[in-house]
């Protein structure tokens, strides 16, 4: 029982370059999230899927867009990288909206 | 974008020594988390505070849900090298059925052995 993972760990791109990050969890949970997290400051939403076949804006989508594969899977693609997406990215998922949101471990991306 | 004002930002003990950290917000919230972050790892849930006035305790942790729903603190008693990390706090809300976290900075710990 993996929890949630993430691919890649870590990934280094030129500007303009896309690229999908990729989260599945194995914890048959409903809900599934994307976050950034950048020094100094939380983790801020990107994108959520509050059930399988939705998917809503967070705080920062600009840049960024999600598919809800199957209920297991939840991809974040990049189009065309800025170094403004240099970051941690998270992904995480909960089985409601009232319990705990279990987080991957993470991809640290840099865009040069 | 909202996000929780936390403080200390760092800080910097002996092991031992006791730690207190707090957050507050211009908005109410349902619903208070504490996490810790390893390094290299997801934050990982400490604990939940569900109603306000409410004070609980994980072990050597106790976090309090503010009376205005508007802030809480967490303690750490008698600190160990393993409380190393950056713990974040959280405000949740359910809009439209969905479960909505906003972060506060984190505070880093570093404990001098």
């Known amino acids: 029982n993996a929890g949630v993972t993430q691919t890649p760990k870590f990934q280094v791109l030129k500007t303009g370059q896309s690229m999908t990050l990729q989260c599945a969890q194995d914890m048959n949970h409903n809900s599934m999230y994307w976050y950034r997290q950048d020094p100094g400051m939380g983790l801020r939403l990107i994108y959520y899927?509050?059930?399988?076949?939705?998917?809503d804006k967070g705080e920062v989508p600009n840049g960024y867009n999600v598919s809800r594969l199957n209920k297991r899977e939840f991809s974040l693609r990049l189009e065309s990288a800025a170094p403004s997406q240099t970051s941690v990215y998270f992904c995480?998922?909960?089985?409601?909206?009232?319990?705990?949101?279990?987080f991957g471990p993470g991809t640290r991306l840099t865009v040069t | 974008g909202q996000q929780l004002n936390q403080s200390p930002q760092s800080m910097f003990i002996q092991e031992g020594e006791d730690v207190s950290m707090n957050c507050t917000s211009s908005s109410i919230f349902n619903t208070w988390l504490w996490y810790k972050q390893d390094p290299g790892e997801g934050p990982v849930l400490l604990i939940a505070?569900?109603?306000?006035?409410e004070l609980t305790s994980n072990g050597r942790l106790t976090a309090q849900f503010g009376i205005t729903r508007k802030d809480s603190f967490l303690n750490i008693s008698a600190s160990i090298p393993s409380d190393v990390g950056i713990y974040f706090c959280?405000?949740?809300?359910?809009?439209?059925?969905?479960?909505?976290?906003?972060f506060g900075q984190g505070t880093r710990l570093t404990i001098n052995p």
């Open positions: 899927s509050a059930s399988e076949g939705t998917t």
């Open positions: 995480a998922c909960t089985w409601g909206a009232l319990y705990e949101q279990y």
């Open positions: 959280a405000g949740q809300r359910v809009i439209q059925g969905a479960q909505k976290l906003v």
């Open positions: 505070l569900y109603k306000a006035g």
